[in-house]
């Protein structure tokens, strides 16, 4: 048994070579592809998704939150209400919502990103700065 093993481990010289050279290669094509997608990651949601989002914003957030996001049933979302709360809490509140409340979590629908981009959207000032 061990001797079978050593045999596997050893193979042949020439293909411990061609092992070493085709693992490089998969390195190297992994991390060509890391490199290609890692600005996709973190670029955030592209301009397609970001009109889906406006939309939503209007119609879902805006059926609370007022189509100006001056406030109905939910708070206003101006720039100006928002100013002093901090992203990473906005964040988190329209990713899980405010139990006991009326608003609703979005982690369901929606990923970081596009809950990170319609928060700064929101900061930025919505509908318009
Ligand atoms: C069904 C009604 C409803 C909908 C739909 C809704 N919200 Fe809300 N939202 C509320 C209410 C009510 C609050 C206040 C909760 C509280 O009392 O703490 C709130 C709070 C918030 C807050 C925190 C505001 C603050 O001053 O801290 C943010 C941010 C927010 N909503 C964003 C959104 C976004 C973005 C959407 C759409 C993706 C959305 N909401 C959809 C009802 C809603």
């Known amino acids: 048994m061990a001797a079978a093993v050593g045999l596997l481990r050893s193979g042949t010289p020439g293909m411990a070579g061609a092992n070493t050279a085709s693992g490089q290669r998969c390195a190297l094509i992994l991390l060509v592809c890391l490199a290609l997608l890692s600005p996709l990651l973190q ?4 301009e397609q ?3 889906q989002l406006d939309n939503l914003l209007l119609q879902d957030c805006g059926s609370c939150h007022g189509l ?3 406030g109905g049933l939910g708070p206003a979302l101006t720039r100006q209400a928002l100013a002093d709360k901090p992203r990473d809490s906005l964040i988190a509140t329209v990713a899980h919502g405010r139990p006991g409340t ?3 979590g979005w982690n369901a629908l929606l990923d970081e990103q596009d809950i990170a981009w ?3 959207r929101l900061l930025q000032g919505y509908p318009r700065p």
Not at 43 to 46: K, L, Q, S, T, V
């Open 102 to 104: 009326a608003m609703p």
């Open 43 to 46: 670029a955030g949601p592209d």
């Open 68 to 70: 100006r996001m001056t």
């Open 49 to 51: 998704r970001q009109r």
């Open 118 to 120: 319609l928060v700064d």
